[in-house]
C-alpha cells in the first residue's frame, strides 16, 4: 500500500497559523490553550520560514542558471 502524504502545504500551515493568531487575539482563549497554542504557533513560524528560504534559493539557483545559459 502506498504511503499517504500528510504534509501540509504551505498555505494550510499559513491558515493554521492565522487560526491561532486569531485566538491569541481572542480575550477569552482559555489559558489551558494559550501555552500550546504558542508552541504550535512558534513551530508553525518556523516551518514557513525555512520553507520560504527553501524556496528562494531555488528561485535564485534558477536564475543563475538562466544567466550561465545566456552567456
Known sequence: MA??????????KVGELE???HRL??????????????KKGASLIKELDSKLRE?????????AELETEAT
Open 55 to 63: 524556496v528562494e534559493a531555488q528561485v535564485r539557483d534558477a536564475f
Open 25 to 38: 487575539d481572542d480575550a477569552e482563549t482559555p489559558i489551558d490553550t494559550l501555552a500550546s497554542d504558542v
Open 3 to 12: 504511503k499517504k502524504n500528510t504534509e501540509k502545504t504551505y498555505e494550510e
Open 19 to 21: 487560526e491561532i493568531l
